[in-house]
Structures are given as structure tokens and as C-alpha cells.
């Protein structure tokens, strides 16, 4: 339904800034009116467009059962709960900010110290960067941010703020790595244009990519804005996922090594990824800058995290046992899961960008392309949904400057399902082979089809712009998909 009376309401409220309008969000109506089960529907859409950790539930779901007072929701724990459920301002327990100091300390190897009293709450990761974008922009100024990134930034940080975010080119040829001049470049052509560049975003480990900067980039990068005197905000909420080397470097790491102003530099954090629970909205801001811990305590009543939460995983993250078993176990996970999904990829010759952490593989297509463009990319991308029925994610959805990538997210499902979406990449990749060599002019780009060979492999019934589910009855895509 369109907002027919749109003049009756905001100019926020009526714009498209939010980022939903994509025809990305078509991969999520097709997965949500045919859902993958592997026994009550298992030709259905399985959804590989969530980046959700669901590897190691069971390992906090032991720890919940072994430690009910932890918990006010339980007869042993029942005593704390007029002491929690009563109102709470806006520093946040003190035992949870100390144990969440703790605990990105403990997944950042130990090598730093956090305070807790820099620790900003906020409703995830998706509040904590909207937060800071308030306290470090004006509307109409710009942050720079490395291209591909994480689709939902132009909601977090853009849409309520006014914000501008400007891309900074990433290219294939160096595995899509910042440079220093693509950097100046994206900030000489904003001067020209007369934006206002006040700082540079990254996500480190990187969101679509799943790869993390080493020490030079970032050393560089902190020179880069400490010159300019703009701002680095450092997105780390995938610091607990790296599954093999090279280790993670936090930005908190690299300004004890570099001489730079530190009220310049902000990390964002969450518990989404990391301990796999964006259901609980825990977020984190973690500034250098007085003003801003200041600023952001009390923005921050827009986005608590609730006392119940706070109060079971001040216990949780305090149990120093569970959490060093837990991060041990959670990243050997993902790397067993990540190494069999890209070997599995590898066996019909779809190799995938090289990383080593995230939810998720950046999957390189550019081979299965009809033609190298966007429209080609959407072609395939409508194949695989509608006839493959994998619901992955195009690379344009992540402004990627170059055709042919898809990021297929690899931790929210369990080993059977991961062995039918493989079983079906495989079907889909050896009946083009098998088209190929059959008809050696290629004419399977104009013929393809798994499931009806009257098909027309360019012509799928899914017509983006019109099937996006922008209803604001239903619920959003963008809840879910953006993760
Ligand atoms: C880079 C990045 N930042 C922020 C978020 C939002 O996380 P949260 O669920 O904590 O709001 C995500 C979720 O996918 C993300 O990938």
C-alpha cells in the first residue's frame, strides 16, 4: 500500500532513505512466501541472506540452564527482579558495562583494556552507529565509507540524521582492500562538490567481505583522519568471528601504536554477531571523546539496552570460563562450517573471495554472468531465487562498483540445510556446464532453466520494482535482511 496521504505526514516519514525500496528485498518475499523446511516444504527458499550466527545456541542456552539465578524470570533469580525491573537511567548497570568492558577486551586477544566507563548503550550495532552519527554530523555533512559495505548503513546512518554517505571505490584486482588514494580521492571530490566530510566509517571485520585490515591499513587510516582532524568510527562487530589467521586488529590497538588525537576515534560494537543475539538489541558505543560518551548517555534513552537483559549478561559475560570456551568453540565453528561451504563451491569451480571471518562468503559469480553488468547480475540474481531457490544477496545491494558478487551468508542454518543449498548450487552450475557444452554458441544464457524448460532464464515472473514488499503492515524486510 503507498502512503497516499503523504502530505499529511513527515518528509522522513514519506522519503526512500531507508533503504527499502531496493529490489533486494524481493529475495526476502520470495523466501518468506516459500520457505525452505526440510520436512514440510523442502523445495522452499532457503535463506541465505541473514547474517546470524547460529552456530553455538546451545553453548549459551547450557550456560542459561546452568546458572538460573542469572536470570529474574526464574524462581531462583525472581529476588532481583524489583531491583532490576524498577527504572534505570541511562549509564546502564555498572556490573554490565564492566562485564561488556571485559568481554571486548577478552575478544580483542586481551591486548586492550576497555573502560566501562566509556561504554554507551544502544539498540544494537544499528543504534550505536546512528547514535554516534548524531553526535559527530550536522545534515548535509558526509562520512566516507569503503565500498562494498553493509547495505543497512544507509538506513543506521543516513536516513533520521540527514547524514551523506560517500563511497570510497573498492576493486577486485586488490580484493576490494582501501587504499590510501581511493581514500583521498572519494575526500578530494567531496571538498570539490563542497561537502563537509566529517570523518570515515569502516566495519573491521568487513561486512560483505568477511575480511579484516591489517596493521598498516588502519595505521594509515588513522593518520589519514587525524591530518584532516575528521572522525574514524570503527563498526568491530564482527571481531569475535574470525575463524582463522590473519588475526583480528582492533582500531583500539592501533592508537596506542600511533601518535593521533583520540577524541577522533569511536568503535561501535554489538553482541549480534559475536554471541549470535541481535534478538536482545545489544549495542554498544565505545568513544574516546568525553563530549561524545557524554552526548551518546543521553541519546541513549532512545535505545536502552532493557535492565532484564543487561542484568542476565552482566552475568554471562562475567563468567570468565564460559566466555573463553565460548569464543574458542564459536570461531572453530564458523571456520569448519566456512571451509566446507567454500569447498563444496570449489567442486564446480565457484570460487569465493578470500577471508578469514564473518557470517558469510563473497561469492564471485562473474563467470555465470549472461552479460558484465548490473542488469546481468539481477538476471542471475532472479534465477537463483525463483529456479535455484537460494535467497543469496547481490553485490549492487552492497554497492559494489563491479557486477557478478553475491555475499551467501553461511552460519544461520544447520549442516543438512547447508548440504541442500550446496546440492542445489552444484544442479544449478553442472546444467549450465552441461548447456555449454552442448551448445557451444552459449545459447544457455538464453535458454537456462532448472525447474520448467519453457523458462526464459532472462525473463522471471519476480519483477523487482513492483513485488517489493513496502507495505508498512507486514514486517520489514530490512529488520532481518540487513544483518
Ligand atoms: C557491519 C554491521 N553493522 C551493524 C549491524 C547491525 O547490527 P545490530 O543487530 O547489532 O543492530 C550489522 C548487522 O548485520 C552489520 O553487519
Given at each position: 500500500?503507498?502512503?497516499k496521504?503523504?502530505?499529511l505526514?513527515?518528509?522522513l516519514a ?5 533503504g527499502?525500496?531496493?529490489p533486494?528485498f524481493d529475495?526476502w518475499?520470495a523466501?518468506?512466501?516459500?520457505p ?5 516444504n523442502?523445495n ?6 541473514l547474517?546470524e550466527?547460529q552456530l ?5 542456552e547450557d550456560w542459561?540452564?546452568?546458572n538460573?539465578?542469572?536470570s529474574i524470570c526464574t524462581s531462583e533469580g525472581?529476588n532481583a ?16 558495562r564492566?562485564?561488556?568492558?571485559s568481554f571486548?577486551g577478552k575478544?580483542?586477544g586481551?591486548?586492550?583494556i576497555?573502560?566501562p566507563?566509556?561504554?554507551?548503550m ?7 552507529n546512528e547514535?554516534?552519527m548524531?553526535?559527530?554530523a ?5 562520512f566516507l ?5 553493509y547495505?543497512?548503513?544507509?538506513r543506521?546512518l543516513?536516513w533520521r540524521?540527514?547524514v ?5 571505490a573498492g576493486?577486485s584486482?586488490n580484493?576490494f582492500?582501501?587504499?590510501i588514494?581511493?581514500?583521498e580521492?572519494a575526500y578530494?571530490?567531496?571538498q570539490?562538490?563542497n ?6 566509517i ?6 560483505p567481505l568477511?575480511?579484516?585490515m591489517d596493521?598498516d591499513?588502519?595505521?594509515?587510516l588513522?593518520?589519514?583522519i587525524?591530518?584532516r582532524e575528521i572522525?574514524?568510527v570503527?563498526?568491530?562487530?564482527y ?7 590473519p588475526n583480528?586488529v ?5 592508537i596506542e ?5 583520540r577524541?577522533?576515534i569511536h568503535i561501535v ?6 554471541m549470535?543475539?541481535?534478538?536482545l ?7 574516546y571523546?568525553d563530549a ?14 532493557s535492565?532484564?537483559t543487561?542484568?542476565l ?16 568453540e564459536?570461531?572453530k565453528r564458523?571456520g569448519?562450517?566456512h571451509k566446507s561451504f ?9 570460487k569465493?573471495?578470500?577471508s578469514?571471518?564473518?557470517l558469510f ?12 553488468t ?5 538476471t542471475l540474481?532472479r534465477?537463483i531465487?525463483?529456479d535455484?531457490?537460494?535467497n543469496?544477496s ?5 554497492h559494489?562498483?563491479?557486477?557478478g558478487?553475491?555475499r ?6 544447520d ?19 552441461d548447456l555449454?557444452?552442448?551448445?557451444q554458441?552459449k545459447?544457455w544464457?538464453?535458454n537456462?532453466t ?7 532464464y532472462c525473463?522471471t515472473?519476480l519483477?523487482?520494482?513492483m513485488?517489493?514488499p513496502h507495505?508498512p503492515?507486514?514486517r520489514?524486510p530490512?529488520?532481518?535482511?540487513r544483518?
Open positions: 500500500m503507498e502512503f496521504n503523504g502530505h505526514l513527515s518528509k514519506t522519503n526512500d532513505l531507508h527499502e525500496n531496493s533486494y529475495g518475499k523466501y518468506d512466501n516459500n525452505f523446511h526440510p520436512t514440510q523442502s522452499g527458499v532457503i535463506q541465505m541472506g547474517a550466527n553455538s545456541f546451545d553453548l549459551v542459561i540452564k546452568k538460573p539465578r542469572a525472581v527482579f524489583k531491583d532490576i525491573a524498577i527504572f534505570q537511567d541511562y549509564h546502564g548497570l555498572t556490573e554490565f564492566k562485564a561488556v568492558a571486548m575478544v580483542r586481551g591486548r586492550v576497555f573502560d566507563d566509556r561504554i554507551v544502544a539498540g544494537g550495532a544499528t543504534g550505536a547514535l554516534l548524531f553526535c559527530l550536522d545534515p548535509g555533512d558526509a565509507v569503503p565500498s562494498p559495505y547495505p543497512a548503513f544507509d543506521d543516513s540524521t540527514g551523506k554517505l560517500l563511497p570510497i576493486e584486482s580484493n582492500q582501501i587504499t588514494q581511493a581514500l580521492e578530494e571530490n567531496a570539490k562538490a561537502i563537509k566530510v566529517k570523518g570515515l569502516i566495519a573491521n571485520p568487513s561486512n568477511g575480511t579484516t596493521r591499513t588502519l595505521r594509515s588513522v593518520t589519514f587525524n591530518e572522525h574514524l570503527c563498526d568491530e562487530i571481531a569475535a568471528t574470525i575463524f582463522r589467521a583480528f582492533s582500531i583500539s590497538e592501533i601504536e600511533v601518535e593521533c588525537n577524541d577522533l560494537y554489538s553482541l549480534s554477531k559475536d549470535g543475539i541481535p534478538g538489541r545489544v549495542g554498544t558505543v565505545y568513544s571523546n561524545v560518551v557524554n552526548c551518546g548517555r543521553k541519546m541513549s534513552s532512545f535505545g536502552l539496552v535492565s532484564q543487561q542484568h549478561l552482566a552475568s554471562m559475560l562475567a563468567d570468565e570460563e564460559f566466555i573463553k570456551t565460548f569464543l574458542t564459536s570461531s564458523l569448519k562450517r567454500t569447498s563444496g563451491l570449489e567442486e564446480v569451480g565457484i569465493c573471495l578470500k578469514n571471518a564473518g562468503c563473497w561469492m564471485d559469480l562473474r563467470p555465470l554472468l549472461k552479460e558484465p548490473f542488469e546481468g547480475e539481477m540474481w534465477v531465487i525463483n535455484v531457490k537460494l543469496v547481490p553485490g549492487s545491494s552492497f559494489c562498483d563491479e557486477p558478487w553475491f551467501v551468508c553461511i552460519a544461520n542454518m549442516d543438512e540445510t547447508m548440504e541442500i543449498a550446496l546440492r542445489r548450487i552444484r544442479m544449478f552450475v553442472g546444467k549450465i556446464k555449454d557444452s552442448q551448445v554458441n545459447r544464457h538464453r537456462l532448472l525447474s520448467s524448460p519453457s523458462r526464459i525473463e515472473s519483477s523487482p520494482r513485488t517489493s507495505s503492515i507486514p520489514s530490512l529488520v532481518r535482511t544483518t
